[in-house]
């Protein structure tokens, strides 16, 4: 997680976007070009000449350097208001010699912080600045992480995006109160449980496997309901627009996505289009600079819409991704984009099992936390005297077997709009009896399954992806998880839209367990007749109905005090 703070010593520019285009990206085409200018005798007479220097001055400059480490330590740890100084990212070895080196937004130098004013942590630095940026204009934490994430949509695009969703829990500092949002993607209205049963494949690539995606209809309910009022709706996108069109370096981490699926992505024309370098032919690497131009369109027009919602699910955007989706085999409609709606619960599932003055606060199902509040409760329970030995083996052995109790309900757990049973077990496993039973069930040795209290059946696992905290000067705190499912979701985009689709209606997960099992496993909605890679039949409550939305290992948490309406923790905890 890259955090940025806001703080006395923070001002309004530094390390915004508009510096990181004015200063590093301008300067890296400059270096580019001078590099290809230089012969080769004058760079090495350049290198043996600095070589020889660093030789002569090594000890001297190696005892700085230590000295000044320890001292930024020192200062990161005792002033957290501090200006964050950049970081030169590292490129790949065999690249090092002829590309130039891109200076990174530096994350915070500690784990456990405080903020004088307001924090942002997400997965890219560059948009935890966007969020920042967002506030100190007079936004509050709801139109900070809007723009966040819209930014993590631009630069990682393997994980997340506007043709996805999210789950958020929001809470209010004024009044005390916690909101979730379910923007989870739903099932087509021609979905049904046994769509997949004879072409597998079909759920995790290409068009059919496609949800509905949520994530704008998410933002615009949000902002409309919960932000400031005092940042516009198109300035939550102005940053994001900008880094679409005039590019952005490309990260380790996404660089190493594309080397991964590099085949499959020079396969199908319309992820090519996006993530092929055309002055290569190969995809993007580390350090280049990649544009999202048709994506950028596309922020600009949603934007300058007066009602975003009409414009992407009902208007002239709502033609175009239904038209494309359903030329190339895909069944989402006009009408399935027409009937989304966003869920905002006002009565969230609350904890008041923790210790003290805290509670937790998260969203019902399909989210899973109710199972991750019990894990953690739990554990308090056993542990409550205080007296923790962290290097005993039995505190990791207690830990294991209670995922084991936990995880067991989370095969009975589903969308509560059409899974009913649920809502008694998420009852249950809100009280301080079931965690009572649940520590006197601990036993010093593992037990057979059935043990558990969990049915012989499997709820396949998800992928959280992308997260964001945020903590606004007011006290507000927003915990959201977004995801395209798997990495780079459906391997599908949109060629007039720039947007790369989810693939939620995945069934099998298979590049771990094919590599290192060699088995297969499902995942997001269950199949029927389809076991898992364990022999486990798949969980009738996460079959594919219409309009469902699929049972999610995302648990988006907020931790506070319930008597000073103050915010302890932020959570992005997933099972």
């Known amino acids: 997680m890259a955090m940025v703070r806001i703080g006395e010593e923070s001002p309004p520019r530094r390390g915004s976007p508009s510096e990181v285009f004015s200063r590093d990206i301008n300067h890296l085409h400059q270096t580019k070009k001078e590099k290809r200018d230089g012969t080769c005798a004058r760079t090495l007479a350049i290198v043996f000449g600095i070589l020889t220097a660093i030789f002569l001055l090594a000890t001297i400059a190696l005892a700085i350097v230590v000295g000044i480490k320890y001292s930024q330590d020192n200062n990161d740890n005792n002033d957290v208001t501090e200006r964050i100084p950049n970081v030169i990212a590292p490129t790949r070895q065999q690249d090092s010699s002829n590309r130039p080196q891109f200076q990174w937004p530096l994350p915070s130098g500690s784990l456990y912080a405080h903020y004088k004013k307001a924090a942002v942590a997400s997965d890219h630095g ?4 966007i969020g920042r940026d967002i506030m100190i204009q007079g936004g509050n934490a709801i139109d900070s992480v809007i ?65 509905v995606p949520s994530e704008i209809n998410g933002y615009w309910t949000i902002y409309r309901r919960f932000g400031s009022g005092k940042v516009p709706w198109s300035k939550l996108f102005e940053a994001s627009i900008r880094l679409c069109n005039e590019g952005f370096p490309v990260s380790s981490n996404l660089a190493t996505v594309l080397a991964d699926k590099e085949k499959d992505i020079q396969a199908e024309p319309t992820m090519k289009d996006i993530f092929v370098n055309p002055a290569t032919n190969r995809v993007y690497e580390e350090g280049d600079i990649m544009k ?84 953690i409760v739990t554990m308090g329970e056993l542990y409550k005297s205080g007296n923790v030995d962290f290097q005993n083996p039995k505190l990791y052995h207690d830990l294991i077997e209670m995922q084991k109790f936990a995880y067991a309900q989370r095969t009975k757990l589903g969308d509560l709009k059409f899974v009913e049973s649920a809502r008694a077990l998420v009852a249950q496993m809100l009280t301080k009896e079931y965690t009572q039973n649940i520590t006197k069930l601990l036993k010093d040795t593992a037990q057979k399954l059935e043990y558990y209290g969990g049915d012989m059946k499997a709820n396949p696992p998800d992928h959280g992806t992308s997260h964001v905290s945020i903590i606004d000067a007011e006290g507000n705190a927003v915990s ?15 060629p007039t839209l720039g947007i790369v689709w989810n693939d939620e209606m995945v069934q099998w997960l298979a590049n771990f367990l094919r590599v290192f099992a060699k088995i297969n496993f499902q995942d997001d909605f269950s199949t029927p007749g389809q076991s898992n890679g364990f022999g486990f039949a798949p969980s009738e409550t996460n079959f594919i109905v219409p309009g469902k939305r699929p049972m999610s290992s995302m648990s988006p948490l907020v931790v506070y005090n319930k008597n000073e309406n103050k915010v302890r923790n932020i959570e992005k905890i997933e099972l």
Do not use: W
Request: aromatic share 6%; net charge negative.
């Open 292 to 375: 999202r131009t048709t994506l950028g369109t596309t922020y600009q027009l949603l934007a300058n819409a007066t009602d975003p919602i009409e414009l992407f699910y009902k208007g002239g955007m709502a033609q175009s991704i239904a038209g494309e989706i359903s030329d190339n085999g895909g069944i989402i409609t006009e009408k399935d984009l027409a009937d989304y709606e966003t869920v905002v619960d006002d009565a969230p599932l609350i904890s008041t099992l923790l210790p003290g003055d805290l509670e937790m606060c998260g969203p019902p199902p399909p989210s899973s936390f109710v199972v991750t509040q019990s894990l």
């Open 147 to 211: 723009a966040t994430l819209l930014c993590v949509g631009v630069v990682n695009p393997q994980s997340s995006g506007i043709g996805g969703g999210f789950l958020m829990t929001l809470y209010n500092k004024t009044t005390g109160l916690c909101h979730a949002i379910n923007a989870r993607e739903t099932a087509p209205a021609a979905a049904n449980e046994t769509m997949f049963v004879k072409n597998k494949n079909d759920s995790s690539v290409g068009y059919k496997s496609i949800a």
């Open 480 to 494: 959201v998880t977004s995801t395209i499912n798997q990495l780079l979701g459906s391997m599908r985009a949109s």
């Open 126 to 129: 560059l948009c935890s600045e």
